[in-house]
Every structure is written in C-alpha cells, then in structure tokens.
C-alpha cells in the first residue's frame, strides 16, 4: 500500500507546476484535485513520449523525463502572468462542517471498498490492469502485444493514460502488483470531489456547496474498481464544469483549465474523446457567435492527437464501428422504442435521475436557460452513446447491460452540478420574490 | 415560503439523500474478511478457484519473459470458458506471448500449437510424448 500511496503522492506533486502554470492564482482544494489530476496527465505524456523515442521505462527514466516537463511548467508559471479563474467564494462555515465530515466518511468508507482484495474487475485483468503489466514486462508500451489479433479482446485501440499509471507504480515499486491499486479510483473520485466543492463554492452558500459535494459522491466513487470510469469521471466532469465557468462568466482560466482536462478525458476513454466533440457542439449551441471561442479548445485537441495518430498508424480498430455499421444502425432504428426501454429499464441510480428531471420542472425558466451549456453537453453525449448502439456488432441487451449503468454516471457529476446551482437559484429567487411581495401587501 | 421554493428544497434533499450509498458505508463497522475473501476469488469463482490462478502462477514461475504458451482448458469452446481461460493466462503470463488454441468462433487454431515453445493444459489431456516441465495444480506444462 505504501508503494501505492508514493506514486499518488508523487503524481500530485509532479502536477502543482501544471495546475500553476494554467492558473497562477489556483489554491486550496481545487490546486490538490488539479495537481494530482494534471500529474496523471503528465505521467501519461512521459511515459508514451520515452516509448516512442525507444528509451527503455525505469523509475528514474520516467521521474526524470516527468520532473523535466515539471519544471519547465513550474518555469512557465513563474514567468506567465495569465489570469486566474474566478474567485472563489466562501468555502467553509461552521454548519457545512457536518456535511463535509459525511463526505469524508463516505470517501474513507469508499477506499474500505476498493481496496478489500486484489482488483478483481474483469476489465481490470482483461483490459487495463493487463495493458499496464504487460508494458512493465516490456519496459515500454509493447506494440507488438497491442497489434497481435489474438489480443483484440483487450481492445488495443483504447487510449493508455490508466495503464500508463499503473505502469509507473509497477516501475517505482520495482515490480507488478495488484493489491492496492484500488487506491487510484479513490484518489481520482477525491480529486474530483475536492474541484467540485471549490467551484460549487463560488455561485452558491458553503452549506448547499457541501450538500453537492456529498451528493457528488454518488457518482464520483466509481465502483468499477480499477477500470478507467474513476479517472475518466474525474478528467471529464472537471473539465465540462471548467469549460461551463468559461462559457458563463468568460473566464479564460477555466477555459484553459477545461480544454487540458477534456484532452485527458480523450486519452483516458474513447467516450472522452466524444465528450470533446459535445463540449464543441454545445458551446455553438449555447451561443453561435462566439464560435471563435471553440478554438480555445485546442489543449484537448493537441493532447488527444498523439494516441489518435498511432491509433491510425498501427491500424487498432474501435470494435463498434467494425464493418456493416451502418446497415446494423438502421435495422434497430426500427426497433428504438424498444432500445429506450431497455436503456431506462437498466438506468442505474434511478432516484437521482428521477430527482435532477425533477429539478429541471421545478426551475423557473430564466434559471434554466442560464444552464443551457451543460444540458446540451448532456444531451449530446447521451446521443452518442445511443449512436453507439445502434451500430454496436455486439450482443445489444448484452452490451446496454454491460456499458450503460457505467456511461450514464460519467455524465452525472455536471448534471447534479447544474441542477443543484438550478435549485439554490430558484429558492432564492423565489424567496425575494416572497418577500418582495409580502412587502407590498404592506405597503 | 412560496411553493416553488418548498419544491427547491425537498429535491435538494431528495437527491442528498438518494446519493447514499449504504453497502460502502456499513464496511467500517463490520469484520471484512469474509468480502476480502469472497473478493479475492471473485474473478475465478466457479470451478477455476483456486486452482487455475495456481497453476498459471506456476506456468509463469517455469517459463521466462518472451516465451511462448499455447493454452488448452477442459472447454475448448469459447464462450462456454475458454475466452476466460484465456484472457486470464494472458494476464498471470504477461510477458509470454499467450497463444489461444480455439476462436471466438470456437474454429480450432491447431497451427498455435506449432507456433507454441511450450503449451499449457488445464483439466484437459496433454500432447502424448512430451517432457513435462510442471504438473499440477490440475494442469500440466509441457515442452514443445
């Protein structure tokens, strides 16, 4: 466990000149969720760059190769005076103390969970755990292993940024082993939790920021254990609330901060690259006259081309789109009714979604409308994923019961977000309007 | 209170309250051993525990990094085992080049046992007039 903990802790550290040099002005808990988030990122990036130049991996090839781009980051935020993001309202009080102790619990209660035993998830061993472990073997990512047609099933075309991590926990342990990678969801679900309660803190009282936060919980703490929902959730949600500051008070920190992460989202899942392509199309949607504002998404853009390229170069397939798509997508057109009924009948967390529905009806339109960018987002990934299976060749109940539960909750976090934002707005809307007219009736 | 704002309210804490989570939170309170064990031997439930993850253990222990494996299991049929067998070798055996003996189409691919430095069996009866380099576990390990 130990072993484990110094790789966590040494990402974090290896991320603060990243989280820095996006924004100078980045402090408390968004700085360590950050940190630890673009330390994952920068990890990913050394370990896939020494690859590609054929360096062998080792602990001190790849700490130095990260702790080179580290400090040239660490350089950039002494010398770039950039704007910081928004700031930050008041985060703690007295009452929110409770609540965040219960969050606490939940996530103590969490790693309980995930580090019971050795990872034991099918995709664990069948797909990320083995992607890593194999590449320890290799000292390198093993393209050989990646192109074998006997090792389709482990999906070669999926983006490395989990595997790689786990790779350099195996390179400074001196070794492979599975007992306590559990950790890593929970250091990925607490990072995103901790950015979630400093932005909830700006637009609303530190009471109902904690409550969202704990709420968060439900969705951040995956229980894939080892799989790349924690960081895909994490790198994802962070990135669409960033980009929503950006798109709502013009902030061109949280763009920045946005666009990196929804880049590492792309280089986590293949489900994060469609997440950049719904993040693009909302922002038009939201406001089509600042489609100049799109091309400040090329972070995302430049992160996600490296592993596209070789994807293309080395000829790895995305299963679903294996041939006769198309012919597959308009056959179960005709049976869509009963593809919704498969997908609400497997919809997991059904009171939460059931009670952000909820929120949306009980909102006062002019608070809606202000939500619109995460709604779009919402919805355009949800239609990606229907998208997916309507040409998926697989099995179609075997694959709605497979990837729904695990896709619905990556889109979650922002939803609850926004929804949340949409509940305290419209109560304390409401309530001025109350008192405002009670003071009439006086008058 | 206006009527809209009691609604605010009851789904704010309608959704705090539907994030709970019971099982996760109940682990503090309780002895863990039976889940550590019921964890532990999860991905090889049935009748693989325990003694496939120690046999491919014990493949692994007598082959070295590059070798290759061509692997047989009691099934021989894709989905009724073999694409788990399979799978999990790849991962105890990462490092050698894991070689299936049958499908996704359960179609026989015989040409990997030539290919093969060495071939595994489990529960499955091992080429006749080969020296064995292990047995046991329910399985043998033969040289090519």
Redesign the interface.
């Known amino acids: 466990m130990a072993l484990v903990l110094a790789a966590l802790f040494t990402t974090l550290v290896l991320g603060i000149p990243a989280a820095l040099a996006i924004d100078r002005e980045c402090r408390g808990g968004a700085l360590v969720g950050l940190s630890f988030l673009y330390g994952s990122g920068l990890l990913y990036g050394a370990l896939l760059t020494l690859s590609l130049l054929h360096i062998t991996w080792s602990a001190i090839t790849t700490t130095v190769a990260a702790l080179a781009v580290a400090a040239g980051l660490a350089f950039v935020a002494r010398r770039k005076s950039l704007e910081a993001t928004g700031t930050a309202g008041r985060a703690w009080s007295p009452a929110a103390l409770p609540i965040d102790l219960l969050t606490a619990?939940?996530l103590?209660?969490?790693a309980?969970?995930a580090t019971?035993?050795?990872v034991?998830?099918?995709d664990f061993?069948?797909i990320w755990?083995?992607k890593a472990?194999?590449f320890?073997?290799?000292s390198g990512i093993d393209w050989r292993f990646l192109r074998?047609p006997?090792?389709e099933?482990?999906h070669p075309d999926y983006p490395l940024l989990l595997p790689l991590n786990y790779a350099y926990t195996a390179l400074i342990g001196g070794g492979?082993d599975d007992r306590w990678l559990g950790l890593f969801g929970v250091a990925y679900g607490l990072a995103l939790l901790l950015i979630v309660r400093s932005l909830a803190s700006r637009e609303m009282p530190p009471v109902?920021a904690a409550?969202l936060t704990?709420?968060?919980?439900?969705f951040a703490l995956s229980?894939y254990v080892g799989l790349a929902e924690a960081p895909m959730i994490a790198f994802g949600s962070a990135g669409v609330l960033f980009i929503r500051r950006a798109v709502m008070f013009d902030e061109r920190a949280a763009m920045r901060h946005g666009a990196v992460l929804l880049g590492l989202a792309g280089s986590t899942k293949n489900e994060g690259l469609a997440l950049i392509v719904a993040v693009g199309a909302a922002m038009l949607l939201v406001d089509r006259s600042h489609w100049r504002r799109l091309l400040r998404l090329w972070p995302a853009v430049a992160i996600v081309a490296p592993w596209t390229i070789i994807r293309i170069a080395l000829n790895l397939h995305t299963d679903i789109v294996r041939g006769g798509a198309f012919a597959r997508a308009v056959i179960r057109l005709h049976e869509g009714i009963s593809l919704l009924q498969r997908l609400i009948a497997q919809l997991p967390?059904s009171?939460?979604w059931i009670?952000?529905l909820?929120?949306l009806v009980?909102?006062?339109h002019r608070v809606r409308a202000a939500e619109r960018f995460v709604f779009s987002v919402v919805a355009i990934q949800l239609f990606f994923y229907v998208g997916a299976y309507l040409v998926t060749p697989h099995d179609l109940e075997w694959h709605i019961e497979t990837s729904w539960p695990r896709l619905t909750r990556q889109i979650a976090v922002p939803l609850?977000f926004s929804?949340?934002v949409l509940?305290?707005r419209?109560?304390a809307g409401?309530?001025t309007?109350?008192h405002a007219e009670a003071g009439q009736d006086l008058h | 209170m206006h009527p809209r704002a009691i609604l605010s309210i009851a789904c704010f804490i309608g959704l705090a309250i539907a994030s709970i989570r019971t099982p996760p939170l109940v682990l503090p309170f309780i002895d863990r051993t039976n889940a550590h064990e019921s964890m532990t031997m999860y991905p090889d439930r049935g009748v693989w525990w325990p003694d496939y993850p120690r046999f491919l253990e014990a493949v692994r222990a007598h082959t070295k990094s590059g070798d290759s494996i061509a692997l047989a299991d009691p099934t021989m049929r894709w989905d009724a085992g073999y694409s788990y067998a399979y799978y999990r070798a790849s991962y105890f055996l990462s490092g050698r080049e894991v070689l299936p003996l049958v499908g996704p189409d359960d179609r026989r691919i015989m040409a990997n046992v030539g290919r093969a430095q060495y071939v595994a069996v489990w529960h499955n009866r091992p080429p006749r007039g080969r020296p064995v380099v292990f047995a046991g576990y329910g399985g043998v390990l033969v040289r090519r």
């Open positions: 619990y939940t103590f209660s969490y309980l969970y019971l035993a050795r034991w998830e099918w061993w069948a755990g083995l472990r194999v320890v073997e290799a074998s006997f090792n099933f482990c492979w109902a409550v704990f709420a968060a919980t439900a229980h967390d009171w939460m009670l952000m909820a929120a009980i909102a006062s609850l929804v949340t509940l305290a419209t109560f409401e309530e309007l109350a």
